[in-house]
């Protein structure tokens, strides 16, 4: 713990709790913010020659001080989409829903999407019948997501207009929609401060957000943002290749432009295989519930190697998505070859999702430097031990090998965090719960779900920052409370490394500092009220 100079701070955080990032355990301490960058980080004794009569002061008890939270792996155009247009939660059944989206087109302009979001199976029963939208808007696209993006009530004309059906409306085949409801520009800036504020409530001070094939319509909001410095966390984005082939011309041009601090371009995302839970993902040996059945969706791996070639020979970083282990194997050689061709070149590729990953290929992950993307929240799909899928999927003697987390780290893979958001909003108690207890959303099985397997609560913070910044190129300037570092920082109300399995999903961020500046204070206000 060290200081860069010895003026008076615009804010000192004092706690009991100090996770700097560069040690396993949180200290008492203070940490100094001037400007944009951190002063200064010590003892709570040292605290007062920081303090002077203008510097904001944060006694925070046992609150835990840590780097800001780095999201590697987010789709803001996602969580946009499922929560533009008419809010049907309280729906009891499609004809209500109906009645208000007939009410609500009226204040619309004529021949203009009809959006809705929010509704739910369960509370309705089942699939509501399209021909109601038909026969109330046969001039006009209605497209209504449910609360868990597994099913699109929309009409005829929304169907031939977008190309998707309603059981299959996977980002990824939203695409074209997605593009639509991009186009209002002011509209999207002010859903993505909105997006921004929710994050930091949730002490996020970083994203990389995943961007369809140009992230044309982003990219005028977030340079806009970023140019007159209202942009309030650091943007990383990729692109994902959906309605067109890798475009490597157009990466290389934002390798080139966007490269600052705050927006920076972080290479493309292509999907490798599918999904495990549903016999997508690509396996060594056949599912144990599907006989004789490696793969229902068969994976073009030749094309996948071409355009990850192609980008890894101009320098650009690719994040390739694979659940199973034999489309991890594949991912690794397709990473390996870039190795090759290429030599020892600082590109830093990924894997993301890495659901089942054959214990011989972690050791194959470090020795090439690919980092791994996880979602360290995965096992709250499952709202129980007993109902969860991965027993059935590869039998009870493997099931171990799922979310084998420890298995990367004693490997000597970088593990980074991501959401996938809106597959899960960030949440770092959340992690902790999923990740290091090991255990489902209703607290099963006694003792954790293999917790052998799980991550260290230490290595779980680090995932969320320093690795995080490491990823995106950013740990000589963030992910870590170091003196002469960006101010990025998440203050939760607790010790979440010394609190009960039992107590961390209702822990709270409750201060957020971006750059020097607060994003999310419910330490002042809790204070006035």
């Known amino acids: 713990m060290n200081a860069t100079s010895n003026t008076f701070a615009d804010i000192v955080l004092i706690s009991n709790a100090v996770f700097t990032g560069t040690e396993d355990e949180a200290r008492p301490g203070f940490v100094a913010i001037t400007g944009e960058l951190i002063s200064a980080v010590g003892t709570k004794s040292d605290s007062v020659n920081w303090i002077g009569p203008m510097t904001k002061v944060y006694e925070l008890g046992d609150g835990l001080v840590m780097p800001g939270i780095h999201d590697n792996h987010v789709f803001f155009t996602g969580y946009m989409s499922m929560h533009r247009g008419l809010d049907l939660t309280n729906t009891s059944s499609p004809q209500e829903a109906l009645d208000l989206l007939i009410a609500y087109a009226e204040g619309l302009p004529k021949g203009e999407n009809v959006y809705a979001f929010g509704w739910g199976l369960d509370t309705w029963e089942g699939p509501p019948d399209q021909a109601l939208l038909d026969e109330a808007f046969p001039d006009r696209a209605v497209i209504a997501i449910n609360r868990t993006k597994s099913y699109c009530w929309m009409n005829q004309k929304a169907t031939q207009k977008y190309g998707f059906v309603p059981d299959q409306c996977s980002a990824e085949a939203r695409a074209l929609l997605l593009r639509d409801m991009l186009n209002d520009q002011k509209l999207v800036q002010s859903e993505f401060l909105d997006f921004c504020r929710m994050l930091a409530e949730r002490g996020v001070t970083s994203i990389k957000d995943i961007g369809f094939d140009d992230y044309v319509g982003m990219l005028p909001v977030l340079s806009s943002l970023d140019e007159s410095r209202q942009l309030p966390l650091r943007v990383h984005f990729a692109l994902e290749p959906v309605l067109d082939p890798i475009n490597i011309p157009v990466g290389m041009q934002y390798k080139d432009r966007y490269n600052g601090d705050q927006l920076r371009f972080q290479g493309f995302k292509i999907m490798v295989d599918g999904v495990v839970a549903d ?48 489309a991890i194997r594949r991912v690794v050689s397709i990473f390996e070859k870039c190795r090759k061709h290429g030599g020892d070149r600082d590109i830093r590729h990924s894997i993301c999702d890495l659901e089942y990953p054959h214990p011989d290929d972690l050791k194959r992950m470090a020795d090439l430097e690919i980092f791994a993307e996880v979602y360290a929240q995965v096992l709250l799909l499952n709202p129980s031990h007993e109902l969860a899928y991965m027993a059935d999927a590869v039998g009870r003697e493997k099931e171990r090998l799922f979310y084998n987390y420890k298995g990367m780290l004693d490997a000597g893979v970088t593990v980074t965090i991501g959401t996938d958001l809106p597959l899960f909003l960030t949440s770092v108690p959340d992690s902790l719960y999923a990740a290091t207890a090991r255990l489902f959303p209703d607290e099963s099985p006694a003792g954790g779900w293999y917790p052998d397997r799980g991550m260290p609560a230490s290595e779980v913070l680090k995932a969320w920052t320093i690795n995080g910044a490491k990823h995106c190129y950013m740990e000589d300037k963030t992910g870590t409370l170091t003196p002469g570092k960006y101010a990025d920082i998440a203050v939760f109300e607790r010790n979440l490394l010394q609190t009960a399995a039992s107590e961390l999903r209702s822990s709270k961020a409750i201060l957020t500092i971006a750059g020097g500046s607060i994003t999310n204070d419910r330490v002042s206000s809790s204070r006035e009220n």
């Open 279 to 326: 016999h997508t993902g690509d396996m060594l040996e056949p599912y144990a519930d599907m006989p004789g059945v490696t793969n229902l969706r068969p994976v073009d791996y030749e094309a996948i190697e071409a355009a990850v070639l192609e980008a890894d020979e101009q320098g650009l970083k690719c994040t390739l998505c694979a659940e199973g282990d034999a």
